[in-house]
């Protein structure tokens, strides 16, 4: 297990209310289904949002994915098989993660409170959703399609868990063991890049780190996770309001991650600082704000003491 400052294990959800984290999610709902109308039905949640204080919810981070949630294929490396009667409950078409959800928190609550006591904070729990993993190859269908069964074992798990939880959808330079990750890497478009090219596949204590670009979201890496993202919230918006509910929040954690060339020696700072990101689309977006700011080219050269010709130099 690989735990940071940015990792869902550090975190508990902050002391909100939750008809907050419903209103979001309704209202995410709202704009999948209704385009325009959507939109105006979210501005009017926004409007009405007020964070109340109460008990903090604890929400640890589980890892029912490939367990359960992924259960018609190979678990990960270093994943022991579920006892039967959990796997049972994983598979079958209305299997789901709740089971392996509840015995865990339940475990983690006896372990927690003392003897005849509760524990003084609600606990809950944070559902990762791997976006990158929602897919299997189909030539059929421009060489991937989305995983049906998968996300609608996500949607299950929301259903048939009682506890409130964090809805954590993530793509991460961290891998997940998807096929789709190592295609999109071959992709340059995809890639963070230096000066001297996209950066190479990195480590972090032993896992790989793909250097996925934040510089344009007109990319084939951004259209799969839309197209996932899409499917996990279609399925999540058909389920009865009362099962929305339970959904205390929805975070992109760790989304968005300033990479650096040979991360896993100090994130950066072990070496002299190299700035991404060197794409296309940031240089030429580099070179239009320099042209907004100076306007001519030789005001830009004479704050620099440059001979630059024009702002593409």
Same mark, same amino acid.
């Given at each position: 297990m690989r735990l940071?400052?940015?990792?869902p294990a550090f975190k508990a959800a902050p002391p909100a209310s939750p008809a907050l984290g419903v209103a979001i999610v309704l209202a995410a709902c709202a704009v999948l289904g209704a385009g325009a109308g959507g939109v105006a039905l979210l501005s009017a949640h926004r409007s009405a949002m007020v964070v109340h204080s109460g008990p903090m919810l604890l929400a640890p981070m589980l890892g029912v994915i490939d367990t359960c949630v992924l259960a018609d294929r190979d678990s990960s490396p270093g994943v022991p098989?579920?006892?039967?009667?959990?796997q049972a409950r994983c598979s079958g078409p209305e299997g789901s993660a709740a089971a392996l959800v509840e015995s865990t928190l339940q475990d983690l609550e006896a372990s927690a409170a003392a003897p005849g006591q509760s524990t003084p904070?609600?606990?809950g729990y944070t559902l990762p959703v791997? =976006?990158? /993993?929602?897919f299997q190859?189909?030539?059929?269908?421009n060489g991937w399609r989305i995983d049906q069964q998968a996300v609608d074992r996500v949607a299950r798990t929301v259903r048939d868990t009682a506890r409130p939880l964090v809805l954590y959808l993530f793509s991460t330079h961290f891998e997940t063991g998807a096929a789709l990750e190592k295609e999109l890497a071959t992709d340059p478009a995809? =890639?963070? /890049?230096?000066?001297d090219g996209p950066l190479p596949l990195g480590r972090y204590y032993g896992?790989?780190?793909?250097?996925?670009s934040l510089a344009s979201t007109q990319t084939g890496l951004t259209k799969r996770r839309v197209q996932a993202t899409q499917a996990v919230l279609d399925a999540v918006c058909k389920l009865p309001a009362r099962d929305i509910a339970k959904i205390r929040g929805v975070t992109l954690l760790g989304e968005l991650h300033h990479l650096f060339p040979d991360f896993e020696t100090g994130m950066g700072f072990a070496q002299p600082y190299r700035v991404t990101d060197y794409s296309a689309a940031?240089?030429?977006g580099f070179q239009q704000s320099l042209e907004r700011e100076f306007v001519h080219i030789y005001k830009l050269n004479r704050a620099l003491g440059s001979d630059y010709a024009g702002f593409g130099d």
């Open positions: 940071h400052s940015s990792d098989p579920l006892p039967a009667d959990l904070y609600p606990l791997p =976006l990158l /993993q929602l190859r189909e030539p059929a269908h995809n =890639l963070a /890049q230096t000066r896992a790989p780190v793909y250097p996925w940031s240089v030429a």
